[in-house]
């Protein structure tokens, strides 16, 4: 058996990741023994970028993230705090010129052995399922009970066909402790406190032991983990033996504390080398990346994450301060206390000095309580939810995002390795002033201005990249048609990803729009996506994109015979017809487009509405509005005479759906194209008691269009129905009753309510004025009387 490295050359250096009570402790640790190599726990494809730490301009959370260029979505992040372990390792070595390297496995294997699983993952579920399927023919076929058992194996087989994961063996020892979970007990032991190499040692010595105890148990959860992790260590002890070979004296080796009782594992080095021999590659390549500290947390879905990125910082800050100058440095509780305050504050929320004495006493009387040597998280939670906020959750829960999270996003320097495409839209970034933050933001933009208009291109082009960097809500106020666009804007670290992603497309973010733009208008299946793609490719204002769009779209509508998508069409084109302008947009070929589609609509229109059922006619009815919305914001008189004559074929048609019959005769009274006579002519057509009753409920409901305001506020409307109501006799009204209902039923409470107290105003509005004018219902001696008393309490003047 192989010599296993000199304890005296080599030192562990078990952590937790993003553990400030590690990286303090890790700090003195390395000024002490003054290490002449250190290794850490990372991807070794990162060397090559690895001076970059030392840069002014690089700026904590960052990440390092490695892909395979072929496939950018196989992608595997590295993230690190200032309060990293990892993070102050790597500085401090570089500071010192030490030679420092990464001793992980190569994401090289790692990924290609990630695909490799995915792809057994992707044929494990069928072949199960084919399995299952057998058996159960099997069982068919004959009464075995054999074949029964087979069948309930093979099912078991597919609901437990994904992984489980063991929980968290810090568990044990917390149990031991007395603590709720292995986290709180972590978090007090080691994190909040700053030992030097001794805390090291106790660690070793509690994870070596709990490791070995559970033992194979600790593995059980995934045998692809397990064998993942058995060649990550594997690599681990082979880099520490290359490094004690190469004469180092002192070698400080910093990896996960779980890993501490395999690295120092009596394995033979050619058992290693076997283990090791012909794994799987990909070709990777790696580099910065600015994070954040909300992608630290747990709740983003990273799996070494923590709970309060925020109130970690707090920590390395305050012992690092502590450490420099231990009479003047406040108490951390004070410090922490003190920021809770400020924010409060700043909220216009209570928060005197005296709150602040208060909580700090609450907080390390709770500590004592506890046996603690001071406040932790916990009580200083408690005091302030006690003391501070009195109780109020709202409160507490901004103070959770703004401290306890933060909203921390880091930089790295501009000479760091990136695809074009991304310098491109970094270089647009600065050149617009738009900086990428982690915090969501609002954004108003003037499209009259050109920094503005800018921005807009920027941040829709983007998004035809698939980079949804910023959200757009809109304009302000109501009318689209106003020069201000608003955005919410908030960066993402993946937006990195992506962006290497859509590299594929162009080296510019331009050429790349264009690009991604042509390929999602070539696979469209329906024409309302082209519509809607016009209208992108403008509001990006992508030239070549717009015209290449247009003649697809163009020659799709050619071909196409479906008047459904040829009205789900309409919208999107008119909308870039009519407000196109604002952005300095030429619309004179989506004029053209539109006006073609209009035409081609309205000739399918009656046909489209006739033999179909109740679901399809409700879609319908929605298609048309919006088309007849689009045909009048286009306001072109042969388009829109050729949708009136559609209009009126559908209204007396007697094969179309009664919905539609409905609603197309209101559309053509509310136009003034038919008079009320002629609409009155109708609505006792399609009412008269020897009309089947659905079909007059539908009728109703078409022509009432769910709008109880206009009924409510057109008096011609009103009349209308007013007087057909009135008109008939007890036996129809009864029969009609369920009807009227039925469509009234669609109204809100209060519209019911304000239809039934006109309803009771005989003679409608000139009803209602009359009745104004007549005598208060009121005895105005007994209402005068409160009057003085009145005039004292607002200083009114007799």
Same mark, same amino acid.
């Given at each position: 058996?192989?010599?296993?490295?000199?304890?005296?050359?080599?030192?562990?250096?078990?952590?937790?990741?993003?553990?400030?009570?590690?990286?303090?402790?890790?700090?003195?640790?390395f000024?002490?023994?003054?290490?002449?190599?250190?290794?850490?726990?990372?991807?070794?494809?990162?060397?090559?970028?690895?001076?970059?730490?030392?840069?002014?301009?690089?700026?904590?959370?960052?990440?390092?993230?490695?892909?395979?260029?072929?496939?950018?979505?196989?992608?595997?992040?590295?993230?690190?705090?200032?309060?990293?372990?990892?993070?102050?390792?790597?500085?401090?070595?570089?500071?010192?010129?030490?030679?420092?390297?990464?001793?992980?496995?190569?994401?090289?294997?790692?990924?290609?052995?990630?695909?490799?699983?995915?792809?057994?993952?992707a044929?494990?579920?069928?072949?199960?399922?084919?399995?299952?399927?057998?058996?159960?023919?099997?069982?068919?076929?004959t009464?075995?009970? @054999?074949?029964?058992?087979?069948?309930?194996?093979?099912?078991?087989?597919?609901?437990?066909?994904?992984?489980?994961?063991?929980? @968290?063996?810090? @568990?044990?020892?917390?149990?031991?402790?007395?603590?709720?979970?292995?986290?709180?007990?972590?978090?007090?032991?080691?994190?909040?406190?700053?030992?030097?190499?001794?805390?090291?040692?106790?660690?070793?010595?509690a994870?070596?032991?709990l490791?070995?105890?559970?033992?194979?148990?600790a593995?059980?959860?995934?045998?692809?983990?397990?064998?993942?992790?058995?060649?990550?260590?594997?690599?681990?002890?082979?880099?520490?033996r290359?490094?004690?070979?190469?004469?180092?004296?002192?070698?400080?080796?910093?990896?996960?504390?779980?890993?501490?009782?395999?690295?120092?594992?009596?394995?033979k080095?050619?058992?290693?080398?076997t283990?090791?021999?012909?794994?799987?590659?990909?070709?990777?390549?790696?580099?910065?990346?600015?994070?954040?500290?909300?992608? +630290?947390?747990?709740?983003?879905?990273?799996?070494?994450?923590?709970?309060?990125?925020?109130?970690?910082?707090?920590? #390395?800050?305050?012992?690092?301060?502590?450490?420099a100058?231990?009479?003047?440095?406040?108490?951390?509780?004070?410090?922490?206390?003190?920021?809770?305050?400020?924010?409060?504050?700043?909220?216009?929320?209570?928060?005197?000095s005296?709150?602040?004495?208060?909580?700090?006493?609450?907080?390390?009387?709770?500590?004592?309580?506890?046996?603690?040597?001071?406040?932790? +998280?916990?009580?200083l939670?408690?005091?302030?939810?006690?003391?501070?906020?009195?109780?109020?959750?709202?409160?507490?829960?901004?103070?959770?995002?703004?401290?306890?999270?933060?909203?921390?996003?880091?930089?790295?320097?501009?000479?760091?390795?990136?695809?074009?495409?991304?310098?491109?839209?970094?270089?647009?970034?600065?050149t617009?002033?738009?900086?990428?933050?982690?915090l969501d933001?609002?954004?108003?933009?003037?499209?009259?201005?050109?920094?503005?208009?800018?921005?807009?291109?920027?941040?829709?082009?983007?998004?035809?990249?698939?980079v949804?960097?910023?959200?757009?809500? &809109?304009?302000?106020?109501s009318?689209?048609?106003?020069?201000?666009?608003?955005?919410?804007?908030? #960066?993402?670290?993946?937006?990195?990803?992506?962006?290497?992603?859509?590299?594929?497309?162009?080296?510019?973010?331009?050429?790349a729009?264009t690009?991604?733009?042509?390929?999602?208008?070539?696979?469209?299946?329906?024409?309302?996506?082209?519509s809607?793609?016009?209208?992108?490719?403008?509001?990006?204002?992508?030239?070549?994109?717009?015209?290449?769009?247009?003649?697809?779209?163009?020659?799709?509508?050619?071909?196409?015979?479906?008047?459904l998508?040829?009205?789900?069409?309409?919208?999107?084109?008119?909308?870039?017809f009519?407000?196109?302008?604002?952005?300095?947009?030429?619309?004179?070929?989506?004029?053209?487009?539109?006006?073609s589609?209009?035409?081609?609509?309205?000739?399918?229109?009656?046909?489209?509405?006739?033999?179909?059922?109740?679901?399809?006619?409700s879609? +319908?009815?929605?298609?048309?509005?919006?088309?007849?919305?689009?045909?009048?914001?286009?306001?072109?008189?042969?388009?829109?005479?050729?949708?009136?004559?559609?209009?009126?074929?559908?209204?007396?048609?007697?094969?179309a759906?009664?919905l539609l019959?409905?609603?197309?005769?209101?559309?053509?009274?509310?136009?003034?194209?038919?008079?009320?006579?002629?609409?009155?002519?109708?609505?006792?057509?399609?009412?008269?008691?020897?009309?089947?009753?659905?079909?007059?409920?539908?009728?109703?409901?078409?022509?009432?269009?769910?709008?109880?305001?206009?009924?409510?506020? @057109?008096?011609?409307?009103?009349?209308?129905?007013?007087?057909?109501?009135?008109?008939?006799?007890?036996?129809?009204?009864?029969?009609?009753?369920?009807?009227?209902?039925?469509?009234?039923?669609?109204?809100?409470?209060?519209?019911?309510?304000?239809?039934?107290q006109?309803?009771?105003?005989?003679?409608?509005?000139?009803?209602?004025?009359?009745?104004?004018?007549?005598?208060?219902? #009121?005895?105005e001696?007994?209402?005068?009387?409160?009057?003085?008393? +009145?005039?004292?309490?607002? &200083?009114?003047?007799?």
């Amino acid at each position: 058996m192989s010599k296993v490295p000199e304890a005296s050359k080599v030192h562990y250096f078990g952590i937790r990741h993003h553990g400030p009570g590690c990286a303090r402790s890790l700090v003195r640790a390395f000024e002490q023994l003054q290490p002449d190599c250190v290794l850490v726990e990372g991807p070794p494809e990162a060397e090559g970028v690895l001076a970059a730490l030392l840069h002014e301009q690089m700026q904590p959370p960052v990440a390092l993230l490695s892909y395979c260029p072929d496939e950018p979505a196989r992608a595997v992040y590295h993230p690190f705090a200032v309060f990293s372990p990892e993070w102050q390792a790597l500085r401090w070595a570089l500071a010192q010129q030490v030679a420092v390297s990464f001793i992980d496995l190569p994401l090289t294997h790692q990924l290609a052995l990630a695909k490799a699983r995915e792809e057994e993952q992707a044929q494990a579920p069928a072949a199960a399922e084919e399995e299952a399927e057998a058996a159960a023919q099997a069982a068919e076929r004959t009464d075995d009970t @054999d074949a029964a058992v087979e069948v309930d194996a093979a099912v078991e087989a597919v609901e437990t066909a994904e992984p489980h994961y063991r929980s @968290d063996p810090l @568990d044990w020892l917390a149990q031991a402790a007395g603590h709720a979970d292995g986290e709180s007990w972590w978090n007090h032991t080691v994190e909040e406190r700053g030992d030097g190499e001794a805390l090291f040692a106790a660690i070793a010595e509690a994870m070596t032991t709990l490791r070995a105890d559970l033992g194979a148990q600790a593995e059980e959860f995934c045998t692809y983990r397990a064998r993942r992790e058995l060649l990550r260590e594997a690599h681990m002890r082979q880099r520490i033996r290359e490094a004690v070979k190469k004469g180092h004296e002192r070698i400080a080796v910093v990896c996960g504390a779980w890993h501490l009782g395999g690295l120092q594992a009596k394995v033979k080095a050619s058992a290693d080398s076997t283990l090791l021999k012909g794994l799987p590659k990909l070709k990777v390549q790696s580099t910065w990346v600015p994070w954040t500290y909300r992608h +630290l947390t747990r709740e983003s879905g990273y799996g070494a994450g923590i709970a309060a990125p925020g109130w970690y910082e707090h920590l #390395w800050l305050s012992g690092m301060a502590q450490d420099a100058d231990p009479a003047t440095a406040p108490p951390r509780s004070v410090g922490w206390l003190a920021r809770v305050a400020q924010l409060m504050r700043a909220r216009d929320l209570d928060c005197s000095s005296a709150h602040l004495i208060e909580a700090v006493r609450l907080a390390d009387t709770l500590a004592a309580l506890r046996q603690r040597p001071q406040a932790g +998280l916990e009580e200083l939670h408690e005091a302030t939810r006690t003391v501070l906020t009195m109780g109020d959750e709202a409160a507490l829960h901004f103070i959770r995002d703004a401290l306890l999270v933060g909203q921390r996003m880091g930089q790295v320097p501009p000479d760091v390795p990136t695809v074009p495409l991304q310098k491109d839209v970094e270089q647009q970034q600065k050149t617009l002033r738009l900086k990428p933050e982690a915090l969501d933001r609002t954004l108003d933009l003037d499209l009259r201005q050109p920094n503005d208009l800018a921005r807009s291109h920027l941040l829709h082009r983007l998004r035809l990249i698939r980079v949804p960097w910023g959200k757009s809500s &809109g304009t302000s106020g109501s009318s689209k048609g106003t020069f201000h666009e608003i955005w919410r804007l908030q #960066w993402q670290p993946e937006f990195v990803v992506a962006l290497i992603e859509a590299s594929q497309w162009g080296q510019t973010l331009e050429a790349a729009a264009t690009a991604a733009s042509l390929e999602r208008a070539q696979q469209a299946e329906h024409l309302r996506e082209l519509s809607e793609l016009v209208n992108q490719v403008l509001l990006a204002d992508l030239a070549p994109a717009v015209q290449a769009v247009t003649r697809i779209l163009e020659n799709r509508a050619a071909v196409s015979g479906d008047t459904l998508q040829l009205l789900e069409a309409l919208p999107p084109l008119a909308n870039v017809f009519r407000y196109g302008n604002v952005r300095q947009t030429d619309t004179g070929m989506v004029a053209h487009m539109l006006d073609s589609l209009i035409v081609r609509a309205a000739i399918g229109l009656p046909l489209a509405c006739s033999g179909i059922d109740d679901d399809s006619a409700s879609s +319908l009815r929605t298609m048309l509005l919006a088309a007849h919305s689009a045909v009048a914001l286009r306001d072109a008189q042969e388009q829109t005479q050729a949708w009136q004559r559609a209009l009126r074929l559908v209204a007396e048609s007697s094969t179309a759906h009664a919905l539609l019959q409905g609603l197309a005769t209101r559309l053509l009274l509310d136009e003034g194209l038919w008079q009320a006579t002629e609409a009155a002519q109708a609505l006792s057509l399609h009412l008269s008691s020897g009309v089947e009753p659905l079909q007059a409920a539908a009728w109703l409901e078409g022509f009432l269009n769910r709008n109880a305001m206009v009924l409510l506020h @057109d008096q011609q409307l009103w009349q209308l129905v007013n007087d057909w109501l009135c008109s008939l006799g007890e036996a129809h009204f009864t029969h009609i009753l369920p009807l009227v209902r039925r469509t009234f039923a669609a109204f809100s409470a209060s519209e019911r309510r304000d239809l039934g107290q006109r309803a009771r105003q005989a003679g409608g509005p000139a009803a209602a004025a009359a009745s104004a004018n007549a005598a208060p219902l #009121w005895d105005e001696a007994l209402a005068a009387l409160p009057v003085p008393f +009145l005039r004292t309490i607002l &200083g009114v003047a007799p």
